[in-house]
């Protein structure tokens, strides 16, 4: 009997075991899925191939990245990963004295000196540029847009500073529907730093990092290409612009202010715009402007604040990092956080930036770290890696809405000895967050202002 017994418990262990360990594996597998992704590190590296096909539709501009392969840039000046942190960090920068200076005005002080009316936030690396067509006939433009931004502006004839620029520069005088605004036309009073020149009101932004541009505040049919139209689109016909990074010509502002391109086109194609930013550079995305072709989506409410009411805020309130909630109080978001294009790596409360970097950590054990890069403060080399398991990260927002970080925004690869976490903490708990277009690449974000919520999809764009 007693060798029978053993044997039988023998078996009943072994058979435990089995089980056990079968359904750890099954486990382990499902938490795989949701936990981590597998990253082909070299194809976060910067590309050197333009491998898109135009986008083509209705308002649907392509969106190409003005640094990478598929610019229309003549001689593409290499920007390093290093200049294009710097920029970013002056548009944070300008993005959170902007937000400070405007409290301190709504509750009284002066903000004369600090803040020029017509606020213009630092631009960035600008990155992500649209076609548009100025005038009749049509001549077409690269511009960065920027849904941080208000006021569209492009280079003009007759220049008293330009810079230089891919397309030759808008001349009002060969155009047959170009027109000034003048003084007295209550258009003027959209911008508030106007001045007048012989009855003709000018526009003036100075932008965070001393750059400006000022000229004629005008109007003149814009093209969404490939043939849409859109008449007496007010824009700024920019005489005198210095400082400006990048060399495009000139900006397209998504903003919530009146004067931007999407206040002006709610009457003709609805209160609503979307795009999609692409994965790498060899590929583009779209800019759609309009309720048209807009995807399903999960959407949160899109909040307005009193003191930065041009920004698109939404309430973020948790962090998921391999499909785990991080323990973080939700009152550390309570500055707010604003989804831009124009920004590049996510910004995060400091309390909140410490909790996601010790649980990004403690998933990468695995390899050997590296120095920090620039704002960048977690970094691995990878070099010997082709194919990282990098956890999963996700925003979660006060309506259960979850966004999703593609496995492009979550490495910001400077080399393949240097991938770091693409997200960076502000360094004062009352800055607003931000959260920036690494992060949204590849999802369908849209802005649909109509019925004050954001929403994103999956799989957007390559
Ligand atoms: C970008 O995407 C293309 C297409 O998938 C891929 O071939 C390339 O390796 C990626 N990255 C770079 C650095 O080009
Ligand atoms: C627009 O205003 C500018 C500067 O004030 C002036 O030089 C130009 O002639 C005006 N153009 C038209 C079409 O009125
Ligand atoms: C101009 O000022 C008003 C009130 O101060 C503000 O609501 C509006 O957004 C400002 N416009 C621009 C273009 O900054
Ligand atoms: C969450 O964090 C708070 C404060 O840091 C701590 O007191 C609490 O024990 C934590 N909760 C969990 C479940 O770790």
Known sequence: MAPNTSLLQCCVLVLAYLLSSHSSQALEGNIRDKAWHIVDVKSLLPSSVCSSPTEKGFNRLTIIHWHGPCTPQPTNK???????????????????QYVKSAKKATIGESLSVSLPAQH??????????????????????????????????????PCKACYSQTD???????????????????????LNSSSC????????????????TDGVFARDTLTLPPTDTLSNFMFGCGTSNEGLFGETDGLIGLGRNRVSLISQASSKYGAMFSY??????????????GTNLVPQASFTSMVQKIDSPSFYYINLIALNVGGELLNISSTVFSAGTVIDSGTVITRLPPAAYVKLRDAFQQYMEMYPKAPSFDILDTCYDLSKYPNAYV???????????????????????????????????????SDIGIIGNAQQKTVNVIYDIANQKIGFSYGGCK
């Open 78 to 96: 290499k920007t390093t990963a290093a200049q294009i942190l710097r920029k970013d960090q002056d548009r944070v920068d300008s993005m959170h």
């Open 120 to 157: 213009g936030i630092s631009y960035g690396t600008g990155n992500y540029v649209v076609k548009i067509g100025i005038g009749t006939p049509r001549k077409d433009f690269s511009v960065v847009f920027d849904t941080g931004s208000d006021l569209s502006w492009i280079q003009c004839k």
């Open 168 to 190: 030759p520069l808008f001349d009002p005088t060969l155009s047959s529907t170009y027109s000034n605004i003048s003084c007295s036309s209550t258009d003027c009073t959209l």
């Open 197 to 212: 020149f012989n009855g003709q009101c000018q526009y003036e932004v100075r932008y965070g990092d001393n750059s400006q």
């Open 276 to 289: 999609c930013l692409p994965s790498n550079s060899s590929f583009t995305g779209y800019l759609s402007i």
């Open 391 to 429: 956890p999963t990260i996700s925003f979660v927002f006060s309506d259960g809405t979850i966004l999703d970080v593609d496995f492009s925004g979550i490495l910001y690869v400077a080399q393949e000895s240097q991938a770091c976490l693409a997200f960076a903490g502000n360094s004062d708990d």
